[in-house]
């Protein structure tokens, strides 16, 4: 998606959707970023970044004194909980 973003103008990736040798995913990122620029609408890219990484955080916890690798464990094993329900 980062080479997307960077320096491509709207032709160059009209030209990439249209190219039937490029991965699909990478255009269905670029046809996402295609529908936002001509709508100038963010929602597409929202929801793409939403799923690939997850919304970002409502409140974050500047108290949290345990060490990044602790969170990170505690925040799977979360994870982990839901999915087993």
Sequence with gaps: ????????S??????????KTNDVFEVMVARMIMKGIASGDPKQMNFFMDRLVGP?????NL??????????????????????N
């Design 10 to 19: 709207f032709e160059q990736l009209m030209a990439f959707v249209q190219d």
């Design 56 to 60: 970002v955080a409502k409140e974050v």
């Design 63 to 84: 108290h949290d004194n345990r060490s990044f690798h602790a969170r990170l464990v505690d925040a799977l094993e979360d994870l982990r909980k839901e999915n087993d």
């Design 1 to 8: 998606m980062n080479k997307f973003i960077n320096g491509w």
